[in-house]
C-alpha cells in the first residue's frame, strides 16, 4: 500500500482522464493520481480485472473502488457541503443509487462526452 493516498484510473480511457484532470483542477486536496498501466499492480495488491473494471482510491490503509473511491475524494475536502455528500455516497439508500450510476457511466464511457473507442470496457466485462 502507498503511504500517501492514489488514485487508480485507466489511462488508455480519455473520458477517466479527463474526468481525473478535472476533479484534480477543481478539488482543494487530491491525492497522486496515476494510470493503472503505469503501476506495478502487485505491489498495491490490485488484479488487472479490478482495474479494469473501477478507479481506485488507496489511502490510510483502506481501499476504495467505483463510487466508493469518488466518495473518498469528497471526504477529504475542507468544505463541508463536499464531505456531507461524500458521506450520503457511500449511505444507503443514496449508495445504491451512486452505484448505479458509477455502474452505467463505466459501461458507457465510450459513448459519453470525451470517451472514445479506447474507453470501451473489455466485451467480458459487458456481458457479465
Wanted: aromatic share 10%.
Amino acid at each position: 500500500m502507498p503511504t500517501e493516498p492514489l488514485l487508480v484510473f485507466d489511462g488508455d480511457c480519455a473520458f477517466c482522464t479527463m474526468w481525473v484532470r478535472r476533479l484534480e483542477n477543481t478539488l482543494d486536496r487530491f491525492p497522486d493520481a496515476q494510470p493503472w498501466q503505469w503501476l506495478d499492480l502487485d505491489a498495491l495488491a490490485l488484479s488487472h480485472d479490478e482495474v479494469t473494471h473501477y478507479a481506485w482510491l488507496l489511502a490510510g490503509g483502506r481501499r476504495f473502488r467505483g463510487h466508493a473511491a469518488f466518495a473518498a475524494l469528497l471526504q477529504m475536502q475542507p468544505q463541508r457541503m463536499l464531505r456531507l455528500l461524500g458521506h450520503l455516497l457511500v449511505t444507503p439508500p443514496f449508495s445504491w443509487a451512486a452505484s448505479l450510476g458509477y455502474s452505467l457511466i463505466a459501461r458507457f464511457r465510450h459513448r459519453l462526452p470525451g470517451g472514445t473507442a479506447a474507453c470501451a470496457m473489455p466485451r467480458a466485462s459487458i456481458d457479465e
